[in-house]
């Protein structure tokens, strides 16, 4: 029997088997921040260990960062310890560190993938359960706990049992405004929130194959939220031109050898995947959420579904939504275009060309968090931060803002948010409000019509 | 003992190491974060809620800490408060009538982010059980490594432990873990659950993945070696 994506990479790392019990895998990257890792080294330090390959840890500053005047001391004290409890750790430790400031410092999903770091074939873990992002590159990358956290610092390896396999197909062709955001809320809508649970999902289909990396880190990066550990996508020539020549890509020759590796890895045609499910691309449209979980979403055009689950109905007192209710036409106070699903060039390129020559309605807030300070140059360099000048939003500076309000942007109570990020939870971007997830595209409109719209009939 | 406990166990407290001894320093020894779990006699309190995410068992403002102290004083800290900071009656973890160590929730606990800070939140307010029909995988695996035992139940038994906990607050269950049974006591009521092999040693004995995973250094390394040639 054939091999999936997932076997191949999997296998590949196994350092050791215990009989009737987990597997010894290697970890080859091991991506940290400020808030998960402070008590992981400090298990080690009171352990008396060391770790034991820093060379394959880069770090960086992202979720609990300010996104304005970041040249600035941080204002609030135990943001600030945190932050300086990282830079400590990782000098002390001979840890790379992109810490507030520096060019290549970003969210870490987005700014590993930027700098090559991530590739296909390695096994990577962050203490942030996003980290299925990096599995757009044909990469097993999977959040993990801060024990597990420090395990990888003690040994570069974690105690796993393989997860089973699961496979979601989809073919056909996108309608207009359908963006990839749409494709994995439409997913998670159907499967819902656990379909995922004890798997590791491989996306395939010629909808994920005709899609940027930017794209397909948007498709793997909510995977965690239908309860799949890790999604991940066929390396292809997107993914190894997107690699080619970026700073830790291997180079020249090198790059070719792993070229040659790489296209192994595909899953072969006799694999059998313990679940499997298909979706045609003409079924999907425009999403949004209308309830506390990824779950809950529908299409633009739809109306809320009833159900008589009291957490349902939890959900939508909540929300202050009603069942049988269509979102089109709420007004809407505040939209944020960011976080690790969607701050990458290509979502303020979407955002751009839509917003381009229209104004940002008045009741509306608008924040733009560029994903990293390459994106951030980005912006500027194409000229889309005048685009955006013009048009009354505000362009930030990067981190994870208002996706988990762990600094200063939140959202006030009782108040909608039209968000790209990747939870809908009670209280996410701030305590008591209310998230509606949706791609850039949808959050673009909201902000420009000051309530939801039908994407739809507002495109040529 | 099982096979993959050959080799050195470590016990943090005691800082020596000795394959001999660990199973002696076990029994009479609480380890750090890892307290050994056999069985566990207790009243419960019941979350019939579900889909608990990790933003509602510690909102993420409360993530700043650098240590893994105190982070119980915010569990449930959006259903526990209200806004201005007072208590809010109607949530369970308010209500004298319940009390224990056995946290009793709905299906699909613990979705959501990695934040170990959960596990941390729920053993430091005092939780030893959580029992769920479901629970996310990043949760499970934190909480067994902070000695917080997840058992999941079908969803039959855990609405009929639902039941039996707001009818009879004072109902007492009781957690074997060597078993793997859960019951009712001085009721006919009791179900079996899951929990894997490696992870039962662990629990029973208060090891964890560290200790293994510094004893197969040679072979970590012997790996490396093998993958760069």
């Known amino acids: 029997m054939g091999k999936t994506l997932f076997d191949k990479v999997w296998d590949a790392h196994v350092v050791d088997t215990i009989e009737n019990g987990p597997q010894i895998l290697y970890i080859d990257k091991h991506l940290i921040h400020e808030v998960t890792s402070p008590q992981a080294f400090n298990e080690l330090e009171e352990r008396g260990i060391s770790v034991f390959r820093p060379n394959q840890i880069v770090a960086t500053a992202d979720h609990n960062t300010p996104t304005l005047n970041q040249n600035q001391p941080v204002k609030d004290a135990l943001s600030r310890q945190q932050l300086e409890q990282l830079s400590k750790n990782c000098k002390k430790n001979d840890i790379t560190l992109y810490e507030l400031g520096h060019k290549y410092n970003g969210i870490v999903h987005v700014m590993a993938p930027e700098l090559g770091v991530t590739q296909p074939g390695l096994t990577m873990v962050c203490g942030d359960s996003h980290t299925s992002t990096h599995g757009a590159f044909g990469a097993i990358a999977f959040g993990i706990g801060t024990s597990q956290v420090a395990q990888v610092f003690a040994s570069q390896c974690l105690l796993l049992t393989k997860p089973k396999s699961l496979r979601v197909s989809v073919n056909g062709k996108l309608k207009k405004g359908v963006l990839p955001k749409d494709v994995i809320l439409y997913i998670i809508s159907k499967l819902g929130t656990n379909s995922g649970t004890g798997y590791f999902c491989e996306y395939a289909g010629n909808v994920f194959e005709e899609m940027s990396m930017e794209g397909r880190m948007t498709v793997c990066n909510m995977s965690i939220e239908m309860g799949a550990r890790g999604g991940m996508i066929a390396p292809d020539e997107t993914t190894f031109n997107y690699v080619e020549g970026r700073e830790f890509a291997p180079k020249g020759k090198d790059f070719d050898a792993k070229v040659a590796y790489w296209k192994t890895l595909p899953t072969d045609d006799d694999a059998v995947f313990d679940k499997e499910y298909t979706f045609d691309a003409e079924d999907i449209e425009p999403m949004v959420t209308y309830g506390t979980n990824p779950g809950m979403g529908i299409k633009i055009s739809e109306t809320i579904p009833k159900d008589d689950n009291p957490s349902f109905k939890k959900s939508l007192a909540y929300m202050d939504f009603e069942a049988g209710e269509s979102l089109i036409n709420k007004p809407i106070n505040y939209v944020f275009i960011g976080s690790c699903t969607n701050s990458r060039i290509e979502d303020f390129r979407v955002a751009a060309e839509f917003i381009k020559g229209k104004q940002k309605a008045k009741n509306v807030t608008a924040w733009l968090v560029p994903g990293s300070k390459q994106v951030e140059a980005q912006i500027v360099d194409e000229g889309l931060k005048t685009i955006f000048d013009a048009a009354g939003f505000e362009l930030r500076q990067p981190g994870c803002s208002a996706c988990l309000a762990m600094n200063d942007d939140k959202i006030p109570q009782n108040e909608y948010c039209v968000s790209t990020s990747n939870r809908n939870f009670e209280g996410r971007q701030g305590q008591g409000s209310r998230t509606i997830l949706a791609s850039p595209l949808v959050a673009a409109a909201t902000a420009v019509e000051g309530k939801i719209v039908d994407i739809t009939k507002h495109l040529n | ?229």
């Not at chain 2, 403002?61 to 009656?89: C, E, I, M, Q």
């Not at chain 2, 009538?97 to 990695?114: E, P, Q």
């Open chain 2, 1 to 229: 003992m099982p096979s993959f406990w050959e080799g050195v166990c470590y016990n943090r407290k005691m800082g020596k190491e000795h394959p001999a001894l660990v199973g002696i320093i076990a029994t009479f020894v609480d380890i750090y974060n890892m307290e050994k779990f056999t069985t566990l006699k207790s009243k419960a309190i019941p979350l019939d809620i579900e889909n608990v995410d990790t933003d509602q068992i510690i909102p993420a403002r409360f993530l700043k800490a650098t240590d893994r102290k105190g982070f119980g004083d915010n569990l449930f800290r959006d259903w526990r408060y209200n806004k201005d900071g007072s208590v809010n009656p109607d949530f369970v973890l308010n209500d004298a009538r319940y009390s224990g160590k056995i946290l009793v929730a709905g299906d699909n606990f613990g979705c959501g982010s990695s934040r170990e800070h959960a596990a941390w939140a729920i053993t430091d307010f005092g939780f030893k059980v959580v029992v769920s029909s479901f629970f996310a995988d990043i949760f499970k695996g934190n909480a067994l490594n902070n000695g917080l035992l997840p058992v999941q139940v079908s969803k039959a038994f855990l609405s009929d432990l639902q039941s039996c906990i707001v009818s009879h607050p004072e109902t007492e269950l009781i957690v074997d873990l060597e078993n793997q049974t859960i019951s009712v006591k001085d009721a006919d009521l009791s179900e079996d659950f899951e929990i894997d092999a490696y992870k039962k040693t662990c629990m029973i004995n208060g090891y964890d993945d560290i200790d293994y995973l510094l004893s197969k250094k040679e072979k970590i390394e012997a790996f490396e070696n093998a993958a760069s040639n």
